[in-house]
């Protein structure tokens, strides 16, 4: 077999997927009664054609990374965290803290240690169920869930509380939101015109972090190791709980960052709802993505590309923007398939005989 | 749905062939078993002994080739279609739920007995008893499947796939997990069934082959290479025609060494996955340079011991003395770094990284080690040549170091794991069923290493259940049952008789 065919086969499998995702969400639109092919037209491409909506899917796919990429790492070690959406909302919170407790610090203190105080805040949010694990086996996918319901609600809490703009006070609209946090924590927005901040390069330096760190460290070749195996790794002498430890905090860690990067870059202050899902999507980017930052990164633009391009639609054909939750799902479960037949080698060479005009009297294929 | 029970006169399958990735398992083999006939079919592991009759069975679709029962071709879409047609299997590992009665268990698929609302416990009952009566299997209905031994277990087997309508019986290895004692019954029992209906067992046991089988088929690298009548053959020729060439396994002939005692285990008690305890107050002691054979149907502690010695499972009460130091519940890594050498039984999923490729698995136990890291990076330059030179050293058979060591055949995997061991310089090594289901050479290759381990002072405790590797290779041996150890026995005393009473739990051989 040779690796041309390899590539081939495998790059084939990956657009029959998409084709089947586009064709399954295709009869979905027909039954809402939507023109599917103008739809397609719309999410896919409008958000290209011009500057702002470009920016605009960056912006998106800045927090997707950096969420993403935590995930991934998390994933790789064996523990799956669904618990991005609440660590990216006690990273805001943790930010927040720091950037209204020290406003006068000059901004190369300031911003270094508000994104820092987030990355910790998510941190610890990912060390808990990760500890609770290690311990006492107790499942990710509970603790998580449980966890993101805690977050979301100590966040409105406080937006309501503690960290409530004086200034909605006295004037009464009682808004839930902080005040506008300051400027010394403000990302530069580098592109005239639009809202694409300096996070995206931030983005780029942790996907070139998180490589470094899963392929060429001994760190990550044992976290890879705990993930991919953790009774070998527990034979090889790897402590498998220290190091699914240490990938939750990590993994929280990111998308604490993801939220610090994105009140720092966009909002400016913590409203409610900036997590808006970004949580759980990155779980779909990390797996879109294979797990690798070289593809977390195109992955992000993509699912960046979705939710610009949902928008889109709801004002250009009238579909709702929610229906990219639905692509979303179909997507996953689709990805789900693809992994197993491209984990399938014995499909594989039975296609390249075929391809060779071997085996004369070949039965049906059945995936 | 209707079953016939019209005999199965013949069987015959043709020109079948079989392709797996890189392997061609099934090389246009054609073979007969006429009625009452016991056909073995023999070969190295890997040869295609089990591809073959997983084809017959309808687990695998043959890429060419057809099956012929009375002379009808047949198409076989799943075992379902399979057992229909009279066929029946017994696999290597039996198919019981441990928690459900024999009763219960058989009446899974007896498909007679259910109705959409009742399960007819009765009927199958009967049934049990007419088969048992019918063949000489008796079998306990009400016991429960966890309390048996693997040999009634095995019988279980035997009835439930002849209650379910079996007239053709396929039986893969069945004797090897059964004490010596319990083979011979094993083959007195299929004999007298054999009157009854064609059996293909699967064995690289030369002597039941003689004991059993009128017709012999030898597979080689998926080939048939011989098919003839069994008692024409002595078992050196059958032994020749299996491996193409002659063997010789090499053999401890080294006087015994008296070195100083670096394993001592103490009163030690361990606990099962279940709960109960696997170690009843063990003990056993093992010299540098000697090789301690431990002898035991698989399933009396060894895995717990070899675990409880790694630190990979708990130990309840004793001491495991290591050069002096207790290391009983100590980490798996200060284990290691004392000097502890472990070649796991379960190689494919504990001793390496399946997805890991080779170069990486060879470092599994070292990643921290500065020969391989500098301020925790990697160092691939020194990963690479460690992988090159151990490849060569250890003539491990991979189309380069990059390939996912799980895409290894089953040899090539063990001297991955036994080349990472034997490479770290440890001061001690448990092998634990080091050669099973290895072909006559990879076994060979890695006996030479052990023996050669043993020569360099290094003590070595082997797990295994095959008495023949024991008896190559051990000073001493020691038998294994239910936790304890029966017995030590010097090698001069050591014969596969006694070994094989002490491993079914008789302690004094006088009784016998």
């Known amino acids: 077999m040779t690796k041309q065919f390899r590539i081939l086969y495998k790059v084939s499998i990956i657009i029959l997927a998409i084709l089947a995702a586009m064709l399954i969400g295709s009869i979905i639109l027909m039954t809402i009664g939507a023109d ?18 470009l920016s605009e ?98 966040y409105t809490f406080l937006l309501r509380g503690p960290m409530l703009d ?52 001994k760190y990550g070749y044992k976290m890879r190791a705990a993930g991919a195996s953790a009774r070998a790794a527990r034979y090889g002498g790897i402590s498998v709980t220290w190091y699914l430890v240490i990938a939750m905090v990590i993994s929280g860690a990111f998308a604490g960052m993801a939220g610090a990067i994105e009140i720092a870059g966009v909002h400016r202050r913590a409203i409610e709802g900036i997590t808006g899902g970004y949580g759980f999507s990155g779980i779909v980017v990390a797996l879109f993505g294979g797990l690798h930052p070289a593809g977390i990164i195109p992955a992000s633009f993509f699912f960046g590309l979705l939710i610009v391009g949902a928008d889109m639609t709801q004002r250009m ?6 229906m990219v939750n639905v692509l979303q799902g179909i997507i996953i479960l689709v990805i789900v398939a693809t992994k197993m037949i491209l984990a399938d080698p014995y499909l594989m060479e039975k296609v390249w005989r075929k391809v060779q005009g071997l085996g004369k009297k070949t039965k049906e294929v059945t995936a | 749905m209707e079953v016939t029970h019209k005999k199965i006169t013949s069987l015959r399958m043709e020109h079948i062939t079989k392709r797996f990735p890189g392997v061609l398992a099934s090389d246009d083999i054609t073979l007969t078993v006429e009625e009452g006939e016991v056909l073995a079919l023999v070969g190295e592991n890997g040869a295609g002994k089990t591809t073959l009759m997983n084809i017959l069975m ?49 009446a899974l698929g007896y498909k007679q007995a259910w109705s959409p609302i009742k399960l007819d416990l009765g009927m199958v009952r009967e049934r049990i008893n007419e088969i048992s009566k019918k063949y000489g299997l008796f079998v306990d209905p009400d016991a429960y499947i966890w309390q048996l031994s693997v040999g009634e277990q095995q019988r279980v087997e035997l009835v439930k796939t002849l209650c379910l309508g079996a007239r053709f019986l396929i039986l893969d290895e069945p004797t090897s997990a059964l004490t010596p004692q319990e083979t011979d019954e094993l083959i007195v029992l299929l004999k007298r069934m054999s009157s009854e209906l064609s059996i293909i067992f699967i064995s690289h046991k030369l002597q039941e082959v003689k004991d059993l089988s009128d017709k012999i088929a030898i597979l080689r690298h998926g080939a048939m290479v011989f098919e003839g009548t069994t008692k024409d053959h002595s078992p050196s020729d059958i032994a020749a025609l299996m491996t193409g ?53 698989s399933g009396n502690g060894q895995r717990e011991l070899a675990e409880a010695i790694n630190g990979l499972r708990k130990v309840e009460s004793g001491e495991i003395l290591f050069f002096g130091e207790n290391i009983a519940n100590k980490t798996p890594y200060h284990i290691i770094e004392a000097g502890m050498g472990y070649i796991p039984e379960e190689r494919n999923t504990e001793g390496i990284v399946p997805s890991f490729s080779m170069k990486e698995n060879l470092i599994l136990k070292d990643s921290g080690r ?143």
């Not at chain 1, 054909?317 to 929610?322: E, I, Q």
């Not at chain 2, 405790?461 to 590797?469: A, F, P, R, T, W």
């Open chain 1, 36 to 53: 599917v092919f103008k739809t397609y037209l719309v999410i896919l491409f409008e958000p290209l054609k011009t500057t702002l909506q």
């Open chain 1, 57 to 154: 899917v960056l912006l998106r796919a800045i927090p997707l990374t950096i969420i993403a990429l935590g995930i991934s790492v998390a994933y790789r070690s064996g523990i799956i965290n669904i618990g991005a959406e609440g660590q990216m909302a006690m990273g805001i919170l943790g930010t927040t803290a720091v950037a209204l407790a020290f406003p006068e610090l000059p901004k190369p203190v300031l911003l270094p240690m508000a994104v820092l105080a987030g990355a910790i805040s998510g941190g610890v949010w990912g060390f808990i169920p990760g500890f609770l694990k290690a311990k006492l086996q107790v499942s990710e996918l509970l603790s998580t869930v449980m966890l993101n319901y805690i977050a979301a609600q100590f």
């Open chain 1, 166 to 217: 004086p200034a909605e006070l006295t004037m009464g609209s009682g808004t839930p939101q902080s005040m506008r946090l300051s400027r010394n924590l403000w990302l530069d927005r580098f592109l005239p015109g639009t809202r694409l901040h300096t996070g995206l390069f931030f983005a780029l330096i942790l996907a070139l972090l998180i490589y470094f760190l899963l392929w060429k460290t």
């Open chain 1, 317 to 322: 054909v009238g579909v709702p923007a929610n």
């Open chain 2, 58 to 106: 309808g687990l695998y679709q043959p890429d060419e080739g057809r099956i012929l029962i009375n002379g009808e071709e047949v198409h076989f879409k799943s075992p379902n279609d399979a057992f229909d047609a009279g066929l029946g299997m017994v696999h290597q590992q039996y198919m019981l739920v441990p928690n459900m009665t024999v009763l219960e268990n058989i």
């Open chain 2, 245 to 297: 060439h002659e063997v010789d396994l090499p053999q401890n002939d080294a006087p015994s060494c008296n070195g100083t005692p670096v394993l001592d285990l103490k009163n030690l008690n361990v606990k099962s996955d279940r709960g109960f305890l696997a170690l009843k107050d063990l003990n056993l002691t093992i010299r540098g340079g000697e090789i301690v054979g431990l002898a035991g149907v």
């Open chain 2, 370 to 512: 500065d020969e391989f890291s500098k301020h925790s990076f990697l160092k691939n330059k020194a990963i690479e040549k460690n992988a090159n030179d151990l490849r060569v050293k250890f003539d491990i058979r991979s189309p380069n170091i990059h390939v996912a060591a799980g895409s290894l055949s089953g040899g090539n995997i063990q001297k991955v794991i036994l080349a990472r061991e034997i490479s770290r310089k440890p001061k001690f090594l448990i092998a634990v069923y080091p050669i099973r289901g290895l072909d006559l050479g990879a076994a060979e290759f890695i006996h030479k290493q052990l023996l050669e381990k043993r020569k360099e002072g290094i003590g070595i405790l082997l797990v295994s259940e095959e008495l023949d590797e024991i008896l190559d290779l051990s000073d001493r041996v020691a038998v294994i049952f239910k936790g304890q150890i029966q017995k030590v026995l010097d090698r001069k005393d050591a014969n596969r008789r006694s070994l094989g009473i002490l491993m079914a739990g008789v302690k004094d051989d006088q009784t016998v």
